[in-house]
């Protein structure tokens, strides 16, 4: 016989119309029993919402943590490494001098090195991204923007930004032993190359790998051990 998914609750009696929240093993057994009196249209009629089932159960993957989570305390610095214009490069120079001076982790971000962190700064200010320039540097303090080059110099020269930063874990003293202070190394997976090799069951070839960024770089594991 054909058994019926039920919408009750397990805490409350019969009858209640509530939401079916995270679906059990068993009730994904129930629905997909397969009697000997049952036609192929009947068992695929009960395998399309447990597909569905199975995919409202969330994943540890969904919930990743967000680069500008207020719930860390810390420093992400993002800017440029291009000399192309003089003025946004020097801003961005001067910003890490006085970032470095207070001795204190700071997570840099270069965008001219890795296209996902561009991608990041846009979804940070969203809609002011797009309507007016963003100019590098840029710099956030457990995911609230303390601004650019001019509102860090002002803060640094008044002391306040050494009051803000209480509490950030201080720096390494030595470079990393693992990137030399770059931030980045080699895709292990690519070699740098950007293309991997996979074999399906109707041969083999390249594909993009999905490890690295533009440039066939990863993270440092050292230096940004949660990145990796």
């Given at each position: ?9 397990r ?9 079916f ?197 990863v993270r ?9």
């Amino acid at each position: 016989m054909r058994r019926r998914w039920s919408n009750t609750s397990r805490s409350g009696g019969g009858g209640s119309s509530g939401k079916f929240s995270c679906p059990t093993l068993k009730d994904l057994e129930a629905l997909l029993h397969d009697d000997l009196a049952d036609s192929p249209c009947r068992v695929l009629h009960r395998a399309r919402p447990a597909v569905r089932a199975i995919r409202s159960i969330p994943s540890s993957s969904s919930f990743s943590a967000d680069p500008l989570d207020r719930r860390r305390r810390r420093i992400v610095l993002y800017f440029t490494s291009l000399g192309v214009v003089r003025r946004t490069f020097d801003d961005c120079r001067a910003v890490r001098s006085a970032l470095r001076s207070l001795r204190v982790a700071v997570d840099e971000r270069d965008v001219s090195v890795d296209a996902r962190f561009r991608a990041e700064l846009q979804a940070a200010f969203g809609r002011r991204f797009r309507q007016q320039h963003v100019a590098l540097p840029q710099v956030f303090l457990s995911g609230r923007c303390l601004g650019g080059a001019d509102e860090i110099r002002r803060l640094h020269e008044s002391g306040e930004l050494r009051a803000l930063v209480e509490g950030i874990p201080s720096a390494p003293t030595a470079p990393c032993g693992v990137c030399g202070g770059v931030r980045f190394v080699l895709c292990a997976t690519c070699s740098g190359s950007r293309k991997r090799w996979w074999w399906g069951s109707k041969g083999g070839g390249f594909r993009a790998c999905g490890e690295c960024n533009e440039n066939g770089l990863v993270r440092c594991p050292d230096c940004f051990p949660a990145a990796v």
